[in-house]
């Protein structure tokens, strides 16, 4: 049965504090809020048969409620030697691995049972990072992230806002997004100088997928390189008749620009023109 909000009584151990400073070449804010982390983790919703993926657990913040929660299998990753070595001593049964969680093996981590993935990512690397994981990663349940507050807007928009752009395009024909809550600074020590956002991931149900993720991110980083540009002049090189024809089909105008278009239809559009990435 999951765990969720009945845990508010649910005090986390006292003592275990790791002393280890922040290092600010890999983005270190520490998250210090119990409340906080209580409510990031009560949104995975937690159950026995689960495999729990915290990715840069930091200093044990949410681990302890990860582990109070009782996963089938508690991984993390941490780039951070001593806070890695640490992390045992604060979360019981976790198996920690230091490494860059941005040299992960996605395709590899899709046969975990029931997978979830959860972290505060540190601002530098959550966007490259969601990049790679969304589309990669063949199965899992959902992912719950901290991100910086911008990030998240992005992530969450809808196409004719002003925060559409290609990360949301791209995540778009893999996963839904759902933004969950805002986070002040005053809940990290150092404090960071910008708000966070707590974001929800859901895979989409199985359907096309694009053929070419190479060739789609590159049609979606040079549609939105000029975001003001009309389509027609941004694929001025490729356009035809046909071209035309298939913005009709689907309700688009030719003078309409790339923050207007869906995800999927930047699929069917990269798909259409056949265009492939350099891999």
């Not at 008749?241 to 930047?266: I, K, N, W």
Request: charged share 20%; net charge positive; with cysteine.
């Amino acid at each position: 049965m999951a765990r969720r909000e009945s845990r508010r009584g649910l005090q986390a151990p006292a003592g275990s504090e790791v002393a280890a400073p922040p290092k600010r070449s890999l983005g270190q804010n520490f998250l210090v809020d119990q409340n906080i982390s209580r409510k990031i983790v009560a949104a995975l919703c937690i159950e026995a048969q689960d495999t729990i993926l915290e990715i840069g657990p930091g200093r044990g913040a949410l681990s302890t409620w990860i582990a109070m929660a009782g996963p089938g299998r508690f991984l993390a990753v941490e780039k951070d030697m001593a806070l890695a070595m640490a992390l045992p001593g604060r979360a019981a049964g976790v198996a920690v691995a230091v490494m860059d969680a941005l040299r992960l093996d996605w395709t590899r981590l899709g046969r975990l049972p029931r997978l979830k993935l959860v972290g505060n990512l540190p601002y530098n690397v959550a966007s490259p990072l969601v990049w790679d994981m969304c589309a990669k990663i063949p199965v899992f349940e959902y992912a719950v992230f901290m991100v910086q507050h911008e990030v998240a807007r992005r992530m969450a928009a809808r196409p004719g806002t002003g925060e559409y752009g290609a990360l949301t395009a791209w995540m778009g024909n893999f996963v839904t997004v759902d933004y969950l809550f805002k986070v002040p600074p005053t809940v990290f020590r150092p404090r960071p100088k910008v708000d966070s956002a707590v974001v929800r991931l859901v895979p989409l149900s199985p359907g096309p997928r694009p053929e070419s993720l190479s060739g789609l991110a590159t049609f979606l980083k040079r549609c939105f390189s000029n975001r003001r540009k009309q389509m027609r002049h941004t694929l001025k090189a490729l356009w035809t008749d046909d071209v035309a024809q298939l913005f009709e089909m689907h309700g688009y105008l030719p003078s309409c620009r790339a923050e207007e278009l869906s995800p999927e239809f930047f699929r069917i559009l990269a798909k259409t023109l056949k265009i492939h990435g350099a891999s």
